[in-house]
């Protein structure tokens, strides 16, 4: 508990980014995001830097077309929701579903605070 909760924050988001980029090997953590977005029916602005620039990567493979995935796009989500499970199960090794969701709200309590 050496350095504030800022430092661990922004290195487990460049450790998240990183890992998940190498262990999804065909996308990025962006472009997922988006697949997983549209594949759930969200629409608007996601709350996430990056989305047009995936939409765009996503659109050139065939995966999606006019803002919602193609066959071809639903396929990938559903082999790649395999890998991101997998990843999941690592990052939350040793990590119970009680302190889970304690930091999720703590974390949402403290930027609550902030708007």
Do not use: C
């Not at 290195?11 to 977005?37: I, S």
């Not at 990056?50 to 995966?63: C, D, K, Q, S, Y």
């Amino acid at each position: 508990m050496d350095k504030p909760i800022g430092h661990w924050l922004k290195l487990l988001d460049n450790q998240l980014e990183g890992a998940m980029d190498q262990a999804l090997r065909t996308t990025t953590r962006r472009e997922w995001q988006v697949l997983n977005a549209k594949a759930q029916g969200l629409t608007g602005p996601l709350p996430f830097d990056g989305v047009e620039g995936a939409e765009e990567r996503l659109a050139a493979r065939g995966w999606l077309a006019d803002g919602r995935l193609t066959d071809e796009g639903r396929a990938e989500h559903a082999r790649i929701s395999a890998q991101v499970a997998e990843f999941r199960r690592k990052v939350l090794d040793g990590v119970s579903s009680q302190e889970y969701l304690a930091t999720v709200d703590v974390l949402r309590r403290m930027s609550a605070n902030l708007t």
